[in-house]
């Protein structure tokens, strides 16, 4: 309940959820002691796949003794997600203490929510020699996170048409989202995983041309592939690996697997290709089809399996219907979506489904109401508008081998995984 109410005050500090601008952020990281400039940093930006890329980074290392600290955002059931130091959440005393702290540092100053979180990650990371995964939110160029001014490395995960409606209409575009994320890197190395097609991934090498980093392309510098047998091959600059799958599921995922790789072999660390074999199959990755194995939602579908799934813009529909598309079963999909998403061209993606049901989102004011999204996606003949979570489960047709699969909002994974 403490944590809550600190939370509660500093959401007030700033009349907007989002003001992009680095101003507020290093004013008050000054006051802090620019606590961000002690810190060894891997930077991860793109649309798709940075928190997956993280989470495999964070497996390798663990099994070669390296701890890092992580900062990544949204959280999906607690804001302690956000704070991971020393391999570990930081706990609810910890937090609430610095959270203290910085807001009085801050002194009341003007400042976004996501500005002060980010402000006092970095103030209490300075206390450990870790290397440290920091997520970009939004975009890259204002965002609060990019005021470091070294990184080991960059590293540009799957970039695609997202937050559309923070960019002025006639710059909703890939080659803008492209320079938001990318235009700004540091000179380091800049780690660029697999996209979508060759004209976005084109458009990332044009505008990271002038940055004097090494380069380190998929399909160029490294790449990875899926073989037959149930095994993954890894080649770069330094050699090949021969490597099990990893304990996550769609070839997506496999694709950010080979990006944690090549960026950890380009820094050198004391990372033994033992610790890469099995830290891949270690993958701790919440809300990214993630199997709901038992619990109280599972108990509603029995001995049918249920997955539930983060992904919320069209990149991500592609690649989870990828996914769905490999497996021989009829397929039911649950969804509840954000207002300001691109609802029909999300769904686009989904092939040969059996049934769709909308929902409302729990506590989440700016979603779509579920009767809403069933109106606009009407298209789909098997369609129905349940309002709880739990009632559009039960009311799911299912058969033997059916699956069901939850997506379309982070912030529903959350519901679904609390509820659960």
Known sequence: ????????????????????????????????????????????????GKYSTIQAIRAILNEANINVNIYTSPHIQKIN????????????????????????????????????????????????????????GLFHRFDATNIIKENLASVVTAIGLDHLDWLPENEQTIEKIVYEKT????????????????????????????????????????????????????????GGLKLPKPNVLGEFQIENVATAIATIRSLKLKVEDINIKNGITNIKSIARL??????????????????????????????????????????HVIIGMMSNKDHNEYMNYFKNIST?????????????????????????????YKQTIEEAIKSVPISNDDIILITGSLYLAGEVLNLN
């Open 183 to 238: 235009s700004s890197l540091l000179s380091s190395k800049i780690i660029v995983s697999k996209q979508s097609d060759i004209e976005t991934m084109n458009i990332i090498k044009k505008i990271i041309s002038s940055n004097n980093s090494k380069k380190i392309i998929f399909n160029e510098q490294f790449t990875c592939s899926e073989n037959e047998n149930g095994f993954i091959y890894y080649e770069d600059e330094i």
């Open 290 to 331: 993630q199997e709901i194995k038992s619990g109280k939602i599972k108990n509603l579908c029995k001995n049918n399996k249920i997955f539930v799934d983060g992904s919320h813009n069209p990149l991500g529909a592609k690649a989870l219907n990828k996914y769905l598309e490999t497996l021989n079963c009829n397929k």
């Open 356 to 384: 769709l049901t909308t929902i409302d989102i729990p506590n989440q004011p700016n979603a779509i109401n579920g009767k809403e999204l069933k109106d606009k996606l009407n298209i789909f003949p098997n369609i129905s």
């Open 1 to 48: 309940m403490k944590l809550q109410k600190i939370l509660s005050r500093l959401q007030k500090l700033h009349p907007k959820e989002i003001d992009l601008s680095l101003d507020r952020v290093k004013n008050l990281c000054k006051k802090l002691g620019n606590p961000q400039e002690k810190l060894k940093c891997i930077s991860i930006v793109g649309t798709n």
């Open 81 to 136: 997600e956000r704070f991971i130091f020393n391999n570990k959440e930081i706990s609810d005393d910890i937090l609430a203490k610095l959270l203290i702290e910085v807001e009085e540092i801050n002194q009341g100053e003007p400042i976004t929510y996501f500005e002060i979180l980010t402000s006092a990650y970095f103030y209490y990371a300075k206390n450990f020699d870790n290397i440290n995964l920091i997520e970009s």
